[in-house]
T-cell receptor, first 120, second 107 residues
Framework: EVQLVQSGAEVRKPGESLKISCKGSGYSLTNYWIVWVRQVPEKGLEWMGIIYPGDSDTRYSPSFQGQVTMSVDKSISTAYLQWSSLKASDTAVYYC?????FGSGGLDVWGLGTTVIVSS | DIQMTQSPSSLSASIGDRITITCRASQGISNYLAWFQQKPGTVPKLLIFAASTLQSGVPSRFSGSGSETDFTLTISSLQPEDVATYYCQKYNSAPWTFGQGTKVEIK
């Protein structure tokens, strides 16, 4: 079964660092982009950026450039999203999803999301 | 960057009604347009990709059309389980921007 399994919910204080994960299984990681999407409570979906596990090619949304870092460890089929200094405004659900590197398919498999709460 | 504008932002319709949601790109994106459905408290679900291709397992009452800058999602006969927020997304080039969403309710 194709799955993206995300790490569990996190509670942090402003200024703290955080790294969340997204582990792919049941498919070849290097045939798909991994996408990160933010959803603030009661708000819409925001595209944060993409990373290609084949060569770690990364593209960030201008809104998130410099605010987060995406990375991937091919050896364990896991992508990461990290913050060096969290803000209260980072409170949201973070989804990872995949999209085929080839062709015109959409984001067909999603993780269940990681809830991040940043509060003092 | 290309902006994606959905309309309406919300709509209320009766069971069995035909409804249409529009998504407009500020520049041409060919057919690199997807539609997602998100029910409250759940993960977004891919309905349509490449503007008009139905994702496997999605009911045939959903359909998509359009190219370049103007796209539509149509539900031919609204069902109670279609209550959700619908998003379009462009993915011809980064950033793969989402529309702001359209909330669909039953009248």
């Amino acid at each position: 079964e194709v799955q993206l399994v995300q790490s569990g919910a996190e509670v942090r204080k402003p200024g703290e660092s955080l790294k969340i994960s997204c582990k792919g299984s049941g498919y070849s990681l290097t045939n798909y982009w991994i996408v990160w999407v933010r959803q603030v409570p009661e708000k819409g979906l925001e595209w944060m950026g993409i990373i290609y596990p084949g060569d770690s090619d990364t593209r960030y949304s201008p809104s998130f450039q410099g605010q987060v870092t995406m990375s991937v460890d091919k050896s364990i089929s896991t992508a990461y999203l990290q913050w060096s200094s969290l803000k209260a405004s980072d409170t949201a659900v973070y989804y990872c999803a995949r999209r085929s590197y080839f062709g015109s398919g959409g984001l067909d498999v999603w993780g269940l999301g990681t809830t991040v709460i940043v509060s003092s | 960057d290309i902006q994606m504008t959905q309309s309406p932002s919300s709509l209320s319709a009766s069971i069995g009604d035909r409804i249409t949601i529009t998504c407009r790109a500020s520049q041409g994106i060919s057919n690199y347009l997807a539609w997602f459905q998100q029910k409250p408290g759940t993960v977004p679900k891919l309905l349509i990709f490449a503007a008009s291709t139905l994702q496997s397992g999605v009911p045939s009452r959903f359909s998509g059309s359009g190219s370049e800058t103007d796209f539509t999602l149509t539900i031919s006969s609204l069902q109670p389980e279609d209550v959700a927020t619908y998003y379009c997304q462009k993915y011809n080039s980064a950033p793969w921007t989402f529309g702001q969403g359209t909330k669909v309710e039953i009248k």
